[in-house]
């Protein structure tokens, strides 16, 4: 007998595939609402490896999923509910051609509405799962929440976004998670330690709101986004509260304004309770500490180094968290008060501003006590002795710095030194990439007075009138040191040393272990250990030597080169 | 009474319907009802009490002095800040429909406790407040008001279990409501690993380093030249390959085109061809279906076994011949090995560039923003005088089209269809005057435009 022939595209790629409209067909359902359905359901479009074959011969591009997900996403229950929107969307527009309002209204009261809290959890199984994904929800959700109301959107959608907005800005405060903050042209970026997981986030600078001519961006695409994300959001701060013994929904107590409090305000009224709400503690569930810090072990792994930074790593994040503490900021009327109130509050200092101005205050100007203020004018009429007068950058950079960094660069009238990047790869080595000095001295605090030093040694050896050579030569010394390669080089380079060491006879000195000694010991061992490296991996190996020193080279290079234009600079000056 | 006979006419046009039809009946009813309307009730018949009321309230409004009434407006807020007042909500008493509802609600239930309810009455009424609490609760309650990642353990608890695997969870729960379909292990694998929220350039900062900047302006300047050369090749090889010639040249070689094979423009070359067609129309002779016959199909059938045999014998001859080969085919077979090696490795780094890349979802192809970029002179060095640059919900959209979460798309205008309008032609011109006006002007009106028709031609 004959088996049956087989059909073109039956198996493989040319079944495993399915084309939107196809898929329309086979779910019921119209453009829009499937668009809507796989935005919630986190389904995306695919690209095959072939895509003649996935489009069973068809070569114009078009629009694929995976037939799996197809298939998933019609055991859906919501798919119900949104054919029941399209029978209501029916009923409500006949009753309105027909003038029948009683009826319109009987139906516009028992909308259908989507329950999406299973899905919530079927995208993310665990908790952690939803805040890896928290990047994309929290920066649209500040974003709409700066939004007035537009058309297709429902108004409660952005009402929704402000309140779960500023409870996660709540939660970090309490939980002290913000790492690091970066004031950009587009607009503020956040960084939080969230369980372990770090989250990313932006928020708009005021006003950001732009009506758009062309309608570039479908803010009904955006407002599905949105209304998943709110579930999600509002799911997340629920256990979040929880985790920090706080209640949920929080109570934002805010003062209500008196009468004259209310005729001075001209900002927006929820933008100032907005930020006063920033500004109170909130209401715990039970005193306890909430079990955090983790110890680190000390295994004795293979690599100390690595433990040694963790833990200093560790030891600088816990003094990152009492950053402000014990500090006291009046911020004055032109500084923007959300990024900083948030800050600041985040690492344990207390904020105020004008009570005249807005609402929420929680000290005078006048206050002895305070420490800082914050003002972003080259000049005030009145100042107190008893406070530093900084600009807002100070606080973004001290952040970033973790640790509360000298105030002179920052006071008011003062040309500021470059706002850098947090974000830009931390693991940068020294040695593997160049770094300008001033951005070392920044990232660590040992460096800049390594650098201070050097600077008070220079000018000393100036007045003592020393030959520049000389000194040249110490400084290449040192950054032959440095770069900790050619450490045995060195060694050689100071044959008069070891002379000596050899010849001199000191009888009943005890045998000391010579650090040097040992470091060739390892240096040797290492070589060995090179050697017995597999061929398989032996010439990645030596790739990655070759790139490492290379990169060395070059850093080491313009260092160099910043050095003789610093002198040559420093000779022009003189 | 006689019943008059009803006429029937058509009424097709506007001049017999308004003739024909009657409506003094209902006009008549309207007035009425208008009348009564304004005058109230009939009157006679109402008491005085339902007609007067006696005016019982002292009060009168306070008349002011011009300095007291200045007083007061010393108070209020200057006229210039109304613009930054809050909007006042008049209606504080909660004026919504549950209210009113309920209200009414209240009153029927005051007004007929008097008297006695049927049964169904009661429990409709009943039922009514029930809805209503039921409702009001709901607005109440808050929507996230469980944790979601325990309560489905604390729920199944026995089939959370570490004993029980996840396909008989999935059989127990089979043709429940708590039943869900798992997620298919190719749904679940994420399709890309660039973050949702890149890391900003730190030339992007509001106070950005000299070199921070420069290197953002290189950036951004490489890129667009890549575009401009692009542009250049682009014309090159589209536009400025032809030859460009005058109009007029254009117009000839038009004109030439278009009158290929016309009579007049072979004028000069019809008595040539005449002569050329009396001859022979090819140079080859003329081809004559000639049958093979049955020798010639023989020995055509000799010769193509004898090839075929020669073919054969050709190829054992070269098998044997391969044997000495040997070396030739090993060196060839690992040249082959090597050809692939190579091209292995091109396509592994190839895929691993790909993976930073935004996949092909959509006819449409994702085209990468411009980077946000302030020029030296807007910066300000101050965070008071930042100048904003770059929309983020744009950003955001593109973010998501580069993660292939949303396929990237044009937006479409619709496109009116053109309405053709015209007048109908009852409405031509003023019908008042043209039409209506006509029947009920006298005839010498109409003679008199004749005449004056008349006149024009």
New interface residues.
């Given amino acids: 007998m004959v088996s049956k022939r087989k059909k073109k595209y039956s198996t493989g790629e040319g079944s495993q595939f399915i084309s939107r409209k196809q898929a329309l067909k086979k779910l019921q359902l119209t453009l829009n609402d499937f668009r809507r359905l796989c935005?919630i359901k986190?389904?995306?479009?695919?690209?095959p490896r072939n895509r003649k074959r996935a489009q069973k011969g068809d070569t114009?591009?078009?629009?694929?999923y995976?037939i799996?997900?197809i298939?998933?996403l019609m055991?859906e229950p919501i798919i119900w509910t949104l054919r029941d929107y399209k029978i209501f969307n029916r009923k409500v527009g006949r009753a309105k051609a027909v003038r029948d309002f009683k009826t319109m209204?009987k139906f516009l009261d028992n909308h259908p509405t989507l329950k999406l809290?299973?899905i919530?959890?079927?995208r993310y199984p665990?908790?952690i799962d939803?805040i890896r994904?928290l990047?994309?929800c929290l920066?649209?959700c500040f974003?709409f929440s700066t939004f007035p109301s537009l058309a297709h959107i429902p108004r409660e959608q952005f009402n929704l976004c402000r309140r779960l907005t500023i409870e996660f800005m709540h939660a970090i405060i309490e939980a002290k998670a913000l790492r690091k903050v970066?004031?950009?042209?587009?607009?503020y970026?956040y960084q939080a330690e969230i369980k372990g997981q770090t989250v990313?986030?932006?928020i708009?600078?005021h006003f950001?709101f732009?009506p758009?001519s062309?309608?570039?961006?479908?803010f009904k695409?955006?407002s599905t986004?949105v209304e998943f994300y709110l579930?999600m959001l509002?799911?997340v701060?629920?256990?979040l509260y929880?985790s920090l013994n706080l209640f949920?929904?929080p109570k934002l107590s805010i003062s209500t304004p008196n009468e004259s409090e209310?005729?001075l305000?001209?900002e927006n009224?929820f933008l100032s309770e907005r930020i006063a709400a920033l500004n109170t503690p909130l209401v715990k569930t039970s005193n306890e500490p909430v079990e955090e810090d983790i110890e680190i072990d000390t295994f004795s792994e293979n690599n100390p180094e690595k433990i040694e930074e963790a833990r200093n790593e560790a030891i600088k994040i816990k003094k990152l968290k009492t950053l402000f503490k014990g500090l006291k900021f009046f911020l004055n009327r032109?500084?923007?008060r959300e990024p900083l109130v948030f800050i600041i509050r985040c690492f344990g200092g207390e904020v105020s501003w004008d009570k005249n101005l807005f609402v929420g205050s929680t000290f005078n100007e006048d206050d002895e006590t305070i420490t800082h203020q914050v003002a972003?004018?080259p000049s005030l009429e009145k100042q107190y002795i008893s406070r530093y007068y900084v600009?807002?950058?100070w606080v973004f950079d001290s952040v970033n710095a973790k640790e509360l960094l000298p105030v002179s660069k920052y006071f008011i009238g003062e040309?500021?030194p470059?706002?850098?990047?947090p974000?830009?790869n931390n693991e940068r080595n020294p040695f593997e990439q160049y770094i300008?000095p001033?951005?070392r001295a920044l990232m660590d605090p040992a460096f800049a007075e390594e650098i201070n030093k050097k600077r008070q040694e220079k000018e000393n050896k100036q007045v003592d009138c020393i030959d520049n050579n000389d000194e040249l030569e110490h400084d290449n010394n040192e950054i032959i040191k440095t770069n900790g390669l050619e450490e045995t080089e060195v060694e050689k380079l100071d044959p008069a040393l070891d002379k000596k060491k050899k010849l001199s006879v000191a009888p009943g000195t005890i045998y000391k272990e010579e650090p040097w000694m040992q470091k060739k010991q390892e240096r040797q061992e290492y070589k060995l250990r090179e050697k017995m490296i597999k061929k398989k991996h032996r010439k990645i190996y030596r790739a990655m030597i070759r790139n490492k020193k290379d990169k060395a080279k070059e850093s080491w290079l313009l260092r160099k080169k910043r050095r003789i234009i610093d002198e040559s600079k420093k000779d022009n000056k003189t | 009474m006689t019943v008059e006979k009803r006429k029937r006419v058509s009424k097709k046009r506007k001049i017999a319907w308004r003739k024909h039809s009657k409506i003094k009946d209902v006009e008549d009813f309207l007035e009425e009802q208008g009348f009564e309307e304004r005058i109230g009730n009939i009157i006679e018949q109402k008491s005085d009490k339902e007609l007067f009321h006696l005016d019982t309230n002292t009060t009168e409004p306070a008349i002011l002095s011009k300095k007291e009434k200045r007083k007061i407006l010393t108070e209020k807020p200057l006229r210039s800040f109304s613009a930054f007042q809050q909007p006042v909500y008049l209606n504080l008493k909660s004026n919504t429909k549950r209210d009113i509802i309920s209200k009414r609600l209240q009153k029927r239930l005051k007004m007929k406790a008097k008297e006695t309810l049927k049964p169904s009455e009661v429990q409709s009424l009943k039922d009514t407040k029930i809805a209503m609490e039921k409702k009001k609760q709901q607005a109440m309650e808050d929507k996230y008001n469980a944790d979601l990642w325990i309560t489905e353990d604390s729920r199944e608890p026995e089939l959370q279990s570490e004993w029980v695997s996840n396909s008989t969870r999935q059989n127990i729960l089979r043709g429940e409501s708590k039943f869900r379909k798992i997620l298919p292990k190719i749904t679940r694998w994420k399709q890309t690993i660039l973050p949702s929220v890149e890391p900003p350039h730190p030339g992007m900062s509001y106070n950005p380093s000299f070199e921070d900047h420069q290197a953002l302006l290189k950036e951004i300047a490489d890129k667009e030249q890549k575009i401009i050369k692009e542009e250049q090749h682009l014309n090159r090889v589209t536009n400025k390959m032809f030859r460009k010639i005058t109009r007029e040249r254009n117009q000839e070689n038009w004109i030439e085109e278009m009158s290929q094979g016309l009579p007049h423009a072979q004028k000069e070359d019809n008595s040539d061809s005449e002569v050329d067609t009396s001859g022979p129309i090819s140079v080859n002779p003329p081809v004559v279906n000639k049958k093979k016959d049955l020798k010639q199909r023989r020995k055509q059938k000799e010769q193509q076994k004898l090839r075929h045999a020669l073919k054969l014998a050709k190829i054992e001859r070269r098998k044997v011949a391969d044997i000495y080969k040997l070396k030739q085919i090993k060196t060839k077979l690992v040249k082959n090995e090597e050809k692939l090696e190579t091209l292995q490795q091109k396509r592994t780094v190839k895929k691993k560039e790909m993976i930073h890349k935004p996949k092909r979802v959509g006819p449409k192809k994702y085209e990468e923003p411009d980077l946000e970029f302030t020029e030296i002179k807007d910066l300000t060095g101050n965070l008071r005088t930042l100048k904003k640059e770059g929309n983020l919900l744009m950003d955001r959209l593109k973010s998501l089209q580069k993660r292939n979460i949303v396929e990237p798309t044009a937006r479409r205008t619709k496109k009116k269809a053109k309405v053709k309008q015209f007048i109908k032609p009852g409405h031509k011109d003023d019908w008042k005057v043209t039409v209506a006006k006509a029947k009920l002007q006298p005839r010498p009106l109409l003679r008199n435009k004749k005449i004056i028709s008349g006149d024009s031609f």
């Avoid at chain 1, 470059?418 to 990047?421: K, R, W, Y």
């Fill in positions: 935005i986190g389904i995306y479009p695919r690209e114009g591009i078009k629009t694929l995976h799996k997900d298939q998933f055991h209204k809290d299973h919530v959890k079927e665990t908790f939803a994904d990047d994309d920066t649209l974003l970066f004031i950009s042209i587009k607009g970026y990313t986030w932006i708009p600078h950001s732009e758009q062309k309608q570039e961006v479908d695409v955006m986004f579930i509002g799911f701060n629920y256990r929880h949920y929904p209310k005729a305000v001209d009224m032109e500084v923007p972003d004018r600009q807002p950058q040309v500021l470059p706002h850098l990047s974000f830009v300008p001033e951005e």
